[in-house]
């Protein structure tokens, strides 16, 4: 079974542009939660979709927005970047969605460098 | 509010010796509780996770945790290190309805001399 996949790997922008970044979650499974890893902040979580409904959100301005397609595949897009967004977006999947114990299966990330 | 603390951002250990990570939590309500580790460049993959169902919890890797709610700890441990096991370490909780959310520690990474 394909893990998860995140696309695309690597990229660099400059302050004021948007970005979208996408993840497809393990086959079968519908939730899919986003994570930004930052050296001073560490691992903090952004969101989560379930059946293309979003079900929890993480303490991040309006900027970083997301959303879940009827294939369990979702983006999330972080519109008038600032130099501070620069990072590693991690997504995970999971197969049940509010089930705190289910293990959630992390993708490589994508590594965003806001110039 | 849940959170963790993972004591020792660095911690360097020679090859064949004992493995211990720190991680407390602070939790209202009976924690999930999750070690990931991470390599470089990559994602973080599921170590080990208590769900209550015991209090010492063996994992992928040789790991192995202990959940001690008196103390509020869940440490991670190794025997005996191996190479291969410098990565970066992560501790993470989650319940107190907050779905599949995951707060993590900060993390440790752990060297390994030979």
């Known amino acids: 079974k394909a893990g998860v996949t995140q696309t695309p790997r690597y990229l660099i922008k400059t302050r004021g542009q948007q970005v979208t970044l996408s993840c497809s979650p393990i086959?079968?499974?519908?939730?899919v939660s986003w994570y930004q890893q930052t050296p001073g902040q560490g691992l903090q979580f952004l969101f989560e979709y379930f059946s293309e409904t979003q079900r929890n959100k993480g303490n991040f301005p309006g900027r970083f927005s997301g959303r879940q397609f009827s294939n369990s595949r979702s983006e999330m897009n972080v519109s008038t970047l600032e130099l501070g967004d620069s990072a590693l977006y991690l997504c995970?999947?999971?197969?049940?969605?509010?089930?705190?114990?289910?293990?959630?299966?992390f993708g490589p990330g994508t590594r965003l460098t806001v110039l | 509010a849940q959170s963790v603390t993972q004591l020792g951002s660095h911690v360097s250990v020679s090859e064949g010796a004992l493995v211990l990570l720190r991680c407390n939590y602070s939790s209202s309500v009976p924690p999930y509780l999750f070690w990931y580790v991470q390599y470089p460049n990559q994602g973080l993959q599921l170590l080990l996770k208590?769900?209550?169902?015991?209090?010492l919890v063996k994992g992928i890797n040789g790991f192995e945790a202990e959940f001690k709610k008196s103390e509020t700890s869940f440490h991670l441990t190794k025997p005996s290190a191996h190479m291969s096991d410098a990565a970066e370490y992560f501790c993470a909780v989650s319940g107190n309805n907050q779905g599949g959310k995951l707060i993590f520690g900060q993390g440790t990474e752990l060297s390994v001399k030979p």
């Open positions: 208590y769900t209550s169902a015991a209090t």
């Open positions: 995970a999947s999971s197969s049940a969605q509010g089930a705190m114990y289910n293990e959630q299966f």
């Open positions: 086959s079968g499974h519908r939730s």
